[in-house]
Nanobody, 125 residues
Framework: QLAESGGGLVQAGGSLRLSCVVAGSTFNFMDYAVGWFRQAPGKEREGVSCISVRNAGGSPLSYADSVKGRFTISIDRAKNQVFLQMNDLKPEDTAVYYC???????????????WGQGTQVTVSS
């Protein structure tokens, strides 16, 4: 009941905005945290960013060092959506991006119980 969208092919320096819609009755979106992760071929899934939905300010927020200053995570609680705005994309950002739901904002994929199907992001040099 998570669905990512917004991936695509973009040149280095470009931008993409990923969306994660949380739907269904399995859990209450407002009680959890949502994280964005990515996985490149042959590599382990790594945390990109996460945000607490239950806290009004979204804190705690977390970003991987590799994306700080370039990526921004945000929430639209009315639409059960979490966004990842990605600017100044680099070829090393190429991966399948997943959103997941967990009790807390953590950058460890093993703490997440629910996942979307992923969306491919490809950055050409």
């Amino acid at each position: 009941q998570l669905a990512e969208s917004g991936g695509g092919l973009v040149q280095a320096g470009g931008s993409l905005r990923l969306s994660c819609v949380v739907a269904g009755s399995t859990f209450n979106f407002m009680d959890y945290a949502v994280g964005w992760f990515r996985q490149a071929p042959g590599k382990e899934r790594e945390g990109v960013s996460c945000i607490s939905v239950r806290n009004a300010g979204g804190s705690p927020l977390s970003y991987a060092d590799s994306v700080k200053g370039r990526f921004t995570i945000s929430i639209d609680r009315a639409k059960n959506q979490v966004f990842l705005q990605m600017n100044d994309l680099k070829p090393e950002d190429t991966a399948v991006y997943y959103c997941g739901v967990a009790e807390f904002c953590l950058m460890d994929y093993r703490m997440y119980d629910y996942w979307g199907q992923g969306t491919q992001v490809t950055v050409s040099s």
